[in-house]
């Protein structure tokens, strides 16, 4: 266990390699009960959260889902985020834990006076089922139609009994399913999920291998309020067609070109490099690594790193140094486990 955020959070259960490999096989379990969620709703919601998000709002449907950013005025990541379209005018906003915080006083800041705010986090627990067996464990407790939940996609419905939205929007590469309910039934629904053979827990080691795996980023390493979404390569996320906090500084960027690219790596051998070795393309120090980790599928070592634009294209041998450990990558494009995820 370590703290995170205010909570007390488990690094691991049975060992991090064996729950990577378990999520991949058969199915898990997250406890991701620290994520922070709130509620806006009334006339003016869906404005207010077209201005706040890189998310395109305005064709966005009731059942639908959309990732984006939160921005400031510089283009710069406050958070990224989850975008849930609740009904007409109510919209849920799913949160990182240690951005809680700053992100409500972010939007209050930018509220319309007829928008209702609410932060219902502690109100809302959420459980996360992952892994090619999650729609059959998950089918013999609902009788939610799971097939028809698309990729970022939602509904409600019973969960062993507990009102439950269950939508699609998961971390892993793995079919899987997200569970938001009330906290009180947290305790409940997470034992009836455990008594089932196929489950394990997962803690939050190899939810980072796993989410590393598919070259997914992460608040607070690979993106931050130092870097943009065009940085981060992520701007298939931006809908540069309708006005938001930020877009102007994006603009400027693009047309300017971004300096440093986040960029993914494979390493030659198992040893990883951490956070903050320098990237070097020769003798000349190019980037930074943000995230690094052994990948138990492909027994090889992975990671994100931002790099010099002009040194950031596929296949460049890079070196990741610290001190005096040097290892081998070559820069790699995610994802780095390519299996087709199986459909429920």
């Avoid at 201005?51 to 959309?66: N, Q």
């Avoid at 019973?158 to 269950?166: D, H, N, P, Q």
Wanted: aromatic share 8%; charged share 25%; proline share 3%.
């Amino acid at each position: 266990m370590a703290p995170f955020a205010g909570w007390n959070m488990p690094i691991q259960y049975s060992g991090i390699l064996e729950e990577h490999l378990h999520t991949r096989t058969s199915a898990g379990i997250f406890d991701i009960c620290h994520m922070g969620e709130f509620l806006l709703k009334g006339d003016t919601a869906a404005q207010d959260v077209d201005a706040l998000t890189t998310c395109k709002i305005s064709d966005m449907l009731p059942g639908r889902c959309h990732y984006g950013f939160m921005l400031n005025d510089n283009g710069r990541i406050i958070d990224d985020l989850i975008v849930f379209k609740l009904k007409e005018n109510e919209f849920m906003i799913v949160v990182n834990a240690g951005t809680i915080d700053k992100d409500k006083a972010w939007i209050k800041l930018h509220l319309s006076k007829q928008t209702h705010f609410e932060d219902i986090s502690d109100k809302t627990a959420k459980i996360d089922l992952q892994g090619p067996l999650s729609g059959e464990i998950l089918s013999s407790l609902t009788s939610a139609d799971l097939g028809a939940i698309k990729k970022y996609h939602f509904t409600s419905a019973k969960v062993a009994g507990v009102e439950t939205l269950i939508s699609r929007t998961g971390y892993t590469g793995e079919l899987g399913y997200e569970l938001y309910f009330p906290s009180d039934k947290a305790a409940v629904l997470w034992n009836i999920l455990l008594g089932n053979k196929n489950i394990k827990p997962i803690g939050l080691g190899a939810r980072d291998t796993l989410r590393l795996e598919m070259g997914y980023s992460l608040y607070g390493h690979d993106i931050d309020e130092n870097h943009t979404p065009l940085e981060a390569n992520l701007e298939k996320f931006i809908h540069t067609d309708k006005n938001f906090v930020g877009k102007d500084a994006l603009i400027k960027q693009k047309a300017a070109g971004a300096k440093k690219l986040l960029v993914g790596f494979m390493c030659e051998g198992r040893r990883s490099p951490r956070q903050d070795f320098d990237v070097l393309c020769g003798e000349e120090t190019a980037g930074k690594v943000t995230s690094g980790s052994f990948s138990p599928c492909l027994k090889k070592a992975i990671g994100l790193c931002y790099i010099d634009t002009a040194k950031a294209y596929l296949g460049n041998k890079i070196i990741l140094n610290s001190g005096n450990i040097n290892i081998e990558a070559v820069i790699t494009k995610p994802p780095f486990y390519k299996k087709i995820p199986r459909q429920y």
